[in-house]
């Protein structure tokens, strides 16, 4: 499928709100690419991609997960909608014909983050936590520091995405737990 193809069908499949969402992470994405010097295309198609799972109910989310083979562990059992990602992942291949591990790779880890992201990876967990609808405590720091430090940014964000899960009492995965630790570590 082509570009126009794709959004046509999300525009169709997603609710109005979550394809604002999207609209809003490809254009945040956007300029993170051309600010970190990655390949626009797949930024943009990443972006445009990373919530095509969000639909499912949590039900179909552990279907297609068992059905796909994507690992279940004890906090998606518990929290299914943390699939999206990786189901979103499989779903871009299957549904739209998506080839690139890369692309791939940032769908299903833009959820939780995850250990060794790259920077399509940062730029899509990044876009998605603070595109331009997004109002939480913090996001404008986050946004700034998005423009110059993405290592910094994705540290922030994933410490700020810890801290309110765990304030609200929800499972926090230990995805994002590995992705923040191992950005730490590499800055030491």
């Known amino acids: ?18 394809f604002r ?3 809003n992470v490809v254009a945040a994405a956007d300029k993170m690419a051309r600010d970190f010097g ?16 969000k639909n499912l109910t949590d039900q179909q989310q552990l279907d297609y997960a068992q059905k796909h083979q994507i690992k279940i562990d004890r906090i998606s059992h518990n929290d299914p909608q943390l ?4 189901v979103g992942a499989v779903l871009a ?12 790779n940032a769908i299903d880890c833009h959820t939780t983050g995850c250990k060794n992201m790259n920077t399509l990876d940062k730029i899509i967990y990044l876009a998605d936590y603070i595109e331009k609808d997004r109002s939480f405590p913090e996001v404008e720091t986050i946004r700034q520091m998005a423009e110059t430090d993405l290592d910094g ?35 030491k």
């Not at 699939?83 to 990786?86: A, D, E, N, R, V």
């Not at 291949?93 to 791939?104: S, T």
């Not at 899960?165 to 995965?173: D, F, K, P």
């Open 1 to 18: 499928m082509n570009w126009t193809d794709i959004e046509a069908d999300l525009k169709k499949n997603l609710t109005p709100k979550r």
């Open 21 to 23: 969402h999207t609209m």
């Open 38 to 53: 990655c390949n626009l295309d797949q930024a943009r198609l990443a972006a445009l991609l990373h919530d095509c799972a």
């Open 83 to 86: 699939l999206h990602g990786p």
């Open 93 to 104: 291949k299957e549904r739209y014909g998506i080839d690139d591990a890369a692309i791939q």
């Open 153 to 187: 940014a994705t540290i922030m964000a994933l410490t700020n995405c810890i801290c309110h899960v765990a304030q609200t009492g929800a499972l926090i995965h230990k995805r994002t737990i590995d992705a923040r630790n191992d950005l730490i570590i590499k800055q």
